[in-house]
């Protein structure tokens, strides 16, 4: 059945009418085209977080917090109901938790859908019953504060194959002696009793493998060393990369993620981490990175002692894309690093 404006305005009465909680929340705003959505964003009184619908003539549902990021876009009846509940608790407060119990009373299907983080319902969910400051989210505090590097690049080679981490990190235009010699973190850290590595670590990288990644941590790369990136990469066999950005002085703090030649975002452009807020799924519903979507509400639900929500993020990328660096290389100097070539 199409839904039109009568059908939704009709749909959503009857289910607030049979469960308390819902009660006091009405239908959000349905706009009938893209300029009526832009125009709310100056009535006073609207905020970006409050969920407001855009009804295309075919039926489609969008639903968008804010005029520009469309957060979902379905046909089903079903899931624009169960999308406006799903706002409706989390708006609420009192964390992506109390959510979950809340759409588990007015149905369970709503509250497994919720846990799963998905539009479907998963069944059981298992918790992930381990110390997310194990793996990847230790690094997240640092990282805000662009310690150890600003840049975290991943890269991932086809099945079968790894990414050998020094023609990486000579590609980048690592120093080839360093790279030889087997440099080590607490090489560089040890000379001059570290004063001449405070004053070079911004010319530094970090490189090495862990899991199916093979990774490089740097600052700024030197101009000129890419000339034939690509074509080598090709040759690493790399089909997959992830980059994270932090520039703390500015509060940018973005992910990037490439596979097969193109950028994973659903047309969204740059992605910001300070979108993602808890109790929220960052990305598009049903999209390309609802993957992370999943992941990250797995996380938030499974970790409730993580107030970081970079910690979370970070654990989420974990989980969905085994991304990871070995702590105890990077607390012990073992890391392998490198600092740039000179001219």
């Known amino acids: ?39 709310w964003a100056d009535v006073e009184g609207t905020e970006d977080g409050d969920l ?8 489609t549902v969008r639903g968008h917090y804010g005029p520009y990021l469309e957060a979902f876009a379905t046909r089903d009846l079903d899931q624009v109901l169960y999308l406006i509940a799903e706002a409706a608790m989390t708006g609420r407060g009192g964390g992506p938790e109390e959510a979950a119990g809340a759409l588990d009373r007015i149905d369970p299907v709503w509250g497994r859908r919720f846990r799963g983080g998905g539009l479907d319902d998963p069944g059981t969910v298992e918790a992930c019953g381990r110390d997310p400051l194990e793996g990847f989210a230790w690094i997240a505090g640092r990282w805000k504060d662009q310690d150890p590097y600003t840049t975290l690049a991943f890269f991932r080679a086809e099945p079968g194959r790894t990414v050998d981490p020094e023609q990486l990190a000579l590609l980048y235009g690592a120093d080839p002696a360093q790279v ?25 990288c970090c490189f090495g493998q862990s899991g199916e990644w093979t ?11 890419f000339a034939d990136r690509e074509k080598v990469m090709a040759e690493l066999g790399i089909t997959e990369r992830v980059w994270l950005s932090a520039t703390s002085a500015k509060a940018i703090y973005t992910f990037d993620h490439l596979r097969d ?6 047309g969204w452009g740059m992605l ?16 390309e990175l609802d993957f992370l979507n999943r992941a990250v509400r797995r996380a938030e639900l499974d970790h409730p002692e993580l107030t970081n929500t970079y910690e979370l993020y970070f654990h989420a990328l974990e989980e969905s894309l085994g991304l990871r660096l070995p702590r105890r290389d990077f607390e012990e100097g073992e890391v392998r690093a490198a600092y740039w070539a000179g001219e």
């Open 272 to 287: 910001e981490l300070l979108w993602y807020e808890r109790g929220r799924a960052p990305y598009l519903r049903g999209g």
């Open 180 to 204: 030889a010699a087997g440099t080590r973190l607490k090489d560089l850290e040890a000379a001059d009793n570290g004063r001449a590595h405070g004053d070079r670590a911004w010319e530094s």
């Open 261 to 266: 030649g193109r950028r994973v975002d659903d």
């Open 1 to 39: 059945m199409k839904i039109t404006e009568g059908t939704l305005a009709e749909a959503w009465r009857r289910t607030a009418a049979r469960h308390e909680l819902l009660a006091t929340f009405g239908l959000p705003p349905v706009a009938l085209s893209a300029d009526e959505l832009e125009s």
């Open 215 to 225: 990774f490089l941590l740097y600052h700024d790369t030197p101009p000129g060393n």
């Open 52 to 59: 407001r619908l855009l009804l295309d003539e075919d039926g």
